[in-house]
């Protein structure tokens, strides 16, 4: 059983992490089961709904299609991390004002997502906010909101008033 | 009474100083879960706490001969693997029925299978152990040898004389079956110039919360006494059955119920997996954690919807509705679900179809069908979706044969707003509806004469635009009439507690649940108004059986207009209190006081006389300086449960407008309305995205939800690649009007409004997508969903 088993280096949320993981275990059960980093949530467990999206190495990933041991020497970022930093703090407020959340298990990762897709564009139109999310599965919303609160987020971050 | 935008304003009750009644105040609990703070059961984990993961039957029906556990019971990490037979010892069946459902029956169910597996994803064994990777590795080694039966999957010949009996001590496969005749419908149909009769199927769906199902059972022999985190939406009939079933008094029994991932009536049943969860901690005494997995959830979460409706209208050529009938069937699965049965979907579609309209004339069946299949159960909306579909489906039809626009086809049959208390043709009460102004409303909102002529120009231009519409009712705030006087323990009444802190800040405890919805945020909301403190001043407890008053949880729409009432009533009462301590402190009378955003006043001036903090500092710390022989009372309780009406029923319309590629049979959502009355509005943010949740929730069903099953009752497409639900992408803005008629059966007047947007959305959809292929010939589309390849069928392309 000992080649199952790997000793990792990872910096999480800016914290150096050392442990041994089963070399089966997905990043977000790492997170959650051996970090207690529960932000991260799991819903389909294949890649569909997005509600395990973390960042690794900058990039957002599904942490179910990725296991803990291929992130030896990467940098994650989980939406307690983001959170705390305060980079998406217009983004946290425009969700809670505009209800953008009803359950708020989808709402980690649609902060993440939502925000990769404001790092990389002025200001993107509804149709292609939506798009973005396409990969976030919401049942609550319907969505409108949360496409309302980025679209604020974003031209309130690009100078411009609503 | 109405409540329009040009009317002088009304003065009521619900005119308090800064009240919050009406006003779009965001949710107080939402903070944390933008964080990644908040605490669903799945993230709950206890010391000493197991995972079980289940064995199941690969069969839709066969029979367990033998399970062999011994290489199971030695695999790395493995604590107990427990068959259905062991835990039995531990947990009792149930058998789903309810006594004002006549003739309703079902077969107790165990809470793992005993002798037979009756549905493919059905438990056949449990496997304990340190984690759930260890747990599902060591069910693998579980070998359990099944005799196959013959499956029973096709609802319309269950109940032939030759398919097998799946509970042959019942006699025959039918759950339930109701019939229902008003007034005469052979006369209605007789006088009818036309008559329009088609079939109507409904897709098996289900929930897909994004949080799986998810509970921690510990049973703790100390205290004797069973807490169970519970991602419910009814923590105190959880609490009466989880007691019922392990023998124990309720008292020894807590359910807490923090943040729950989504619900939509999925979490308000009895589960065989969850029921085994409880009964292993209590056998193994330690916590025990179970979290469904996606595959899981499919196989195991209820399905809705699964309905056959044959279908007839009767018309005048003039407009008028002449009769009504109509043919339900539907297949629940191998059980009626505990403890709100299966009956109940069948019995909403009659009390429902043909009810915005005054056509009396109905005739209804419906039969509910035992089927080697998942169960089927209580889904957000209820009944609705079908019944709604199944009436403007076939209104918009009738309308369509004798050349008659939608919405004048409407306006010639909906209840005339004025001719209330009225009641629908399956003799369904109605307090006080709006259709006519809502259709008006709706008219102007979405341009209607100007779409029309959009879509003509566009016609023109081989681009085919569908409307499509859809009148509702929708049941809200149901009393003791749904399942109390049926037998089941489950409450109508709810209740709210308002205590006044040592700092002047208010604690509300209700037996209401927050599902995500803002329940939190309305008794926030009312409770800060009729005692009168600003908001930030309120907390709000829910979801906890030790710590709220005895209540229902959230389900038929009932948190705001039943807790929310509570809530008025316990902060009125509240206010009583405090300005009676308030009086004596300040030797006043009460009834010249008043408090206005968290301080005492003088009633009339307006002018401060005591701070809340100040009174609490008193009452609590000095109440030696209060005069002898007055004691302050700075908590109260108050419940509510309507009783002059068996429901508040609601009432909107909404519309659709798409696009339909003929060359592909895909479906562009262009724009959807819905205009709602749903009597006094507390929080029109909060109502607006109940509505758009609940909408796209229809349009799922519409278009894309459906578990594919074959003919041997497997599910072919249990995971969420195959299952396609409503992305981002896909769906349209969603524009929200509303119609203010309240209730007079409480103060507040609030009805629900979780469940209009589900109720009207498919209909709406449906009446659209033939709007748009109407003049190309195609056949009417009355089978959802509408997938590409059923578009292009009725164009006759494929």
Same mark, same amino acid.
């Given at each position: ?130 798009? *973005? @999310? ?29 | ?79 107990? +693997?427990?068959?259905?037979?062991? @835990? ?70 269950? /109940? ?84 019922? *079933? ?15 991932? !989504? ?82 979907? =069948?019995?909403?579609? +009659? ?48 309308? =369509? ?18 001719? *209330? ?100 945020? +309305? ?62 402190? /300040? ?9 206005? =955003? ?99 929730? !229809?349009?799922?069903?519409? /278009? ?95």
């Amino acid at each position: 059983m000992t080649e199952r088993l790997h000793d990792i280096t990872v910096s999480v949320n800016g914290e150096e992490i050392r442990e041994r993981v089963d070399a089966r275990k997905t990043l977000v059960d790492f997170l959650r089961e051996e970090l207690g980093l529960t932000g991260s949530h799991v819903g389909c467990e294949h890649g569909v709904c997005g509600a395990c999206t973390v960042r690794v190495d900058g990039a957002v990933v599904r942490g179910c299609l990725m296991l803990a041991v291929q992130c030896d020497g990467a940098r994650i970022e989980t939406i307690e991390g983001v959170a705390d930093t305060g980079e998406i703090a217009d983004l946290q407020r425009a969700f809670v004002e505009r209800n953008a959340l009803q359950c708020g298990y989808c709402t980690p990762g649609m902060l993440l997502t939502a925000q990769e897709l404001l790092r990389n564009r002025d200001v993107p139109s509804r149709e292609q906010i939506r798009v *973005h @999310l396409s990969g976030n599965y919401c049942r609550c919303t319907g969505y409108q909101a949360i496409i309302d609160a980025i679209e604020a987020v974003a031209q309130a971050r690009a100078g411009q008033k609503r | 009474m109405k409540i329009t935008d040009d009317s002088p304003p009304l003065l009521s009750a619900l005119d308090r100083p800064n009240s919050y009644i009406g006003r779009s105040v965001p949710r107080p609990n939402l903070a944390r879960l933008t964080q990644g703070r908040a605490q669903f059961v799945s993230d709950v984990t206890l010391p000493r706490m197991a995972h079980v993961a289940f064995v199941r039957s690969p069969h839709a029906h066969a029979r367990i001969e033998t399970i062999a556990t011994a290489a199971a019971r030695k695999a790395p990490g493995v604590i107990a +693997v427990v068959t259905g037979a062991e @835990l039995a010892k531990v947990i009792t069946p149930w058998v789903g029925v309810l006594t004002h459902l006549k003739g309703i029956k079902s077969a107790p169910q165990h809470a793992i299978a005993i002798e037979r597996a009756r549905w493919q994803g059905e438990a056949v064994c449990a496997v304990v152990a340190r984690s759930r990777a260890e747990a599902e590795d060591a069910c693998e080694l579980v070998e359990v040898s099944y005799g196959p039966l013959p499956a029973v999957t096709d609802a319309e010949t269950a /109940l032939d004389p030759g398919t097998p009996v799946i509970h042959p001590e019942l006699g025959d496969n039918l759950t339930f079956e109701r019939v229902h005749v008003a007034a005469d419908p052979d006369k209605g149909f007789a006088n009818a110039d036309t008559v329009v009769e088609t079939t109507f199927i409904f897709g098996r769906h289900t929930g897909v919360t994004n949080e799986p199902r998810a509970i921690v059972a510990d049973w703790n022999a100390g205290d004797e006494r069973l807490t169970v985190y519970h991602g419910t939406q009814a923590p105190h009939m959880m609490q009466n059955l989880f007691a019922k *079933h392990l023998g124990l008094a309720e008292h020894q029994v807590r359910v807490v119920t923090k943040d729950v991932g !989504g619900s939509f009536g999925i979490k308000v049943h009895t589960y065989a997996d969850e029921m085994a969860t409880v009964a292993l901690s209590k056998l193994l005494k330690r916590p025990i954690k179970f979290v469904a997995d996606r595959i899981e959830s499919f196989v195991t979460d209820i399905h809705a919807r699964d309905h056959r409706v044959r279908a007839k209208i009767g018309v005048k050529n003039d407009g008028t509705i002449t009769a009504w009938e109509i043919d339900d069937l539907t297949g629940i699965g191998p059980y009626s679900v505990y403890p709100r049965t299966s009956g109940i979907e =069948a019995n909403q579609i +009659v009390n429902l179809t043909g009810g915005p309209y005054t056509c009396p004339n109905y005739r209804a069946r419906a039969r509910v069908v035992f089927q080697n299949k998942n169960v089927m159960c209580q889904y957000r909306a209820v009944g609705h979706p079908i019944a709604t579909a199944v009436t403007e489906g076939l209104v918009e039809l009738a309308a =369509a044969r004798i050349g008659m626009d939608p919405l004048e086809i409407r306006r010639r049959n909906l209840i005339p707003d004025d001719a *209330h208390p009225s009641s629908g043709p399956s003799g369904i009460k109605f307090e006080a509806l709006s259709h006519h102004e809502a259709l008006a409303h709706l008219d102007a909102m979405m341009n209607y004469a100007g779409l029309r002529a959009e879509q003509k120009s566009l016609r023109a231009r081989g681009i085919h635009r569908g409307l499509g519409f859809a009148s509702f009712i929708e049941v809200t705030n149901p009393s003791a009439a749904f399942y109390g006087v049926g037998g089941a323990k489950i409450s109508a009444q709810d209740g709210v507690t308002i205590k006044l802190d040592a700092q002047g800040a208010i604690i509300c405890q209700t037996g209401v649940t927050e599902q995500g919805q803002g329940a939190e945020a +309305v008794i926030a909301q009312v409770a800060a108004t009729s005692f009168g403190v600003p908001i930030e001043r309120v907390r709000v407890i829910t979801g906890d059986t030790d710590h709220t008053p005895y209540g229902g949880g959230t389900w038929a729409s009932r948190a705001a207009g039943i807790g929310g009432e509570a809530a008025w009533q316990a902060g009125k009462a509240l206010r009583t209190n405090v300005l009676a301590c308030a009086a004596s402190i /300040l030797q006043a009378k009460p009834e010249q006081l008043d408090i206005r =955003a968290g301080v005492v006043v003088d009633r009339d001036s307006g002018t401060e006389r005591l701070a809340l903090d100040e009174l609490a500092r008193i009452a609590y710390f000095r109440p030696d300086t209060l005069p002898p022989g007055f004691q302050a009372e700075l908590m109260a309780t108050r419940h509510y449960v309507p009783r002059a009406w068996p429901f508040a029923f609601t009432n909107g319309i909404q519309a659709s407008y798409l696009e339909v590629d003929i060359d592909s049979g895909f479906v562009t959502l262009l724009k959807h309305w819905c205009i709602e009355d749903c009597g006094t509005v507390i929080n029109p943010q909060l109502v607006d995205e109940q509505i758009r949740g609940g909408v796209v929730q !229809g349009i799922g069903g519409a /278009l894309f939800e459906h578990c594919i099953y074959d003919g041997r009752g497997q599910l072919l497409n249990g995971n969420m690649a195959d299952y396609l639900v409503p992305m981002a992408a896909e769906m349209p803005d969603i524009e929200v009007g509303h119609v203010v008629t309240p209730t007079a059966d409480s103060e507040l007047g609030a009805k629900g409004a979780g469940e209009a947007g589900t109720a009207g959305a498919p209909g709406a959809v449906m009446n659209a997508i033939n709007d748009a292929l109407r003049p190309l010939g195609a056949r009417p589309l009355t089978e959802m969903p509408f997938t590409p390849q059923r578009i292009l069928q009725a164009l006759g392309r494929i």
